[in-house]
């Protein structure tokens, strides 16, 4: 039985993966961190490459990832409500990428290295800035809102790193529709489908 998944199904089961193995490798790092270096101040995230690469493969359904992440960031390394909070809405800054997605195109995005890093780096940026702005906004002095910057600074490397990888992997880091129909025409064009 030949049964093909709508495009609904695939989105379905693309971001339920994506959900996974952002849970995953997020409670992985964190817990190994806390095991091997607990006296460490710096964090390391995949929170910022796995939502960049969600937000190019489908746009704002990214903002389901971002909140998951401080959501597993803050459970993992056993966060306060408020530090849940501020994990959760802060990270939803990162739906700002959204313009320059659809303003220079996620295809000449996809295609330039730098771009693509760039969206990234400023992906994990904005999830930063949102942080300290939803700490601030609970009363948190700014002194200690530049330890959202400054703690997560080995992430910037890290999403850097991985977004230019996924780049490189055919569809990865790519909108899902222009791949999907990519693909298909490729298909079409030896005589398949």
């Excluded at 270096?37 to 690469?53: C, E, H, K, R, W």
């Excluded at 998951?68 to 990428?97: D, K, P, R």
């Excluded at 659809?102 to 400023?122: H, P, T």
């Amino acid at each position: 039985m030949n049964r093909q998944l709508t495009f609904r199904q695939y989105r379905a089961v693309d971001l339920t993966l994506f959900a996974v193995m952002l849970w995953i490798s997020e409670t992985v790092i964190v817990r190994a961190a806390r095991f091997w270096f607990p006296d460490q101040l710096y964090t390391v995230s995949a929170v910022g490459a796995l939502v960049s690469i969600v937000l190019m493969r489908w746009g704002g359904f990214a903002a389901l990832h971002a909140a998951l992440g401080g959501l597993v960031f803050s459970l993992a390394s056993g966060g306060t409500a408020q530090q849940t909070l501020i994990y959760c809405v802060g990270n939803l800054l990162a739906l700002l990428m959204l313009l320059p997605r659809r303003l220079l195109g996620a295809e000449r995005i996809r295609g330039d290295a730098f771009l693509s890093v760039g969206f990234g780096l400023l992906t994990l940026l904005l999830m930063h800035l949102g942080r300290a702005a939803v700490a601030l906004a609970m009363g948190a002095a700014a002194r200690d809102c530049l330890g959202f910057f400054t703690t997560d600074a080995l992430s910037l490397l890290f999403t850097g790193v991985i977004v230019w990888i996924a780049r490189r992997l055919d569809g990865i880091f790519e909108d899902q529709k222009h791949y999907l129909l990519r693909v298909n025409r490729a298909e079409e064009g030896k005589g398949g489908y």
